[in-house]
């Protein structure tokens, strides 16, 4: 069973340009999970979506936004890019939601965007 | 707001030695806790889960243990091997609002294991 995919591996982007992530649950996950992992920060949450709808979102600005597509996978989309959006961009995905409070999220391996 | 806190930072321990990693969390009122391990440039690995009415979990050489009521946890790594060394993080679920279940994370123990 394949995990979860995530592209690029690496994306470098210079200030005020545009982003997009992409995200490949697990086959049969439904929700999927974005977080942002910055030197010294931690793991933050940013977005949840289930069902192809937005469920949840974490306390960053409105330039972080996505979609989930009937597939189930899931673009980020990061506009005018600052020098504090470097950081790894992790994707997560867990089975339907009902279920999915008791399961694992399951992780990509990320994608690291560095800002010149 | 729900806090998570691990210490140490970072821990060095020769090869064969027992350790524990500890995690604090403010919010006692969590749906279930998790243990996950990054290695440099990766994503996170599952290494347990325990259920808010559960006490422990093991998994092999490794025991996860929770005290909901003090807001605790322990990973306990029994005979550390080279192959151990890695950030381990600890995450809590809780229930959000509307539906949301969300995770908030420790910001991890780094573990080097010396050979």
């Known amino acids: 069973e394949a995990g979860v995919t995530q592209s690029p591996t690496h994306l470098i982007k210079t200030r005020g340009q545009q982003a997009t992530l992409r995200c490949s649950p697990i086959?049969?996950?439904?929700?999927v999970y974005w977080y942002q992992q910055a030197l010294g920060l931690g793991l933050q949450f940013l977005l949840w979506y289930d069902e192809g709808e937005e469920r949840n979102r974490g306390n960053f600005p409105p330039r972080f936004s996505g979609r989930q597509f009937p597939n189930y996978s899931s673009e980020l989309n990061v506009n005018a890019l600052e020098l504090e959006d470097s950081a790894l961009y992790l994707c997560?995905?867990?089975?339907?939601?009902?279920?999915?409070?008791?399961?694992?999220?399951?992780f990509g391996d990320g994608t690291r965007l560095s800002i010149l | 707001k729900q806090e998570v806190t691990q210490i140490p930072a970072a821990l060095s321990v020769p090869e064969g030695e027992n350790l524990v990693l500890n995690c604090s969390f403010t919010?006692?009122?969590?749906?279930?806790l998790q243990w996950f391990r990054q290695d440099p440039g990766k994503g996170l690995t599952s290494l347990l889960l325990i259920q808010s009415s559960q006490r422990e979990q093991t998994s092999g050489r490794l025991n996860a243990s929770l005290d909901k009521s003090s807001g605790r946890s322990t990973l306990y790594i029994a005979a550390s091997q080279p192959g151990d060394s890695a950030t381990y993080l600890c995450a809590v679920r809780k229930y959000s609002g509307a539906g949301s279940y969300q995770l908030t994370f420790g910001k991890g123990t780094k573990l080097s294991v010396i050979p």
């Open positions: 997560a995905s867990s089975p339907l939601l009902q279920a999915g409070k008791n399961q694992p999220q399951h």
């Open positions: 086959s049969g996950h439904t929700s």
């Open positions: 919010d006692s009122a969590i749906y279930n």
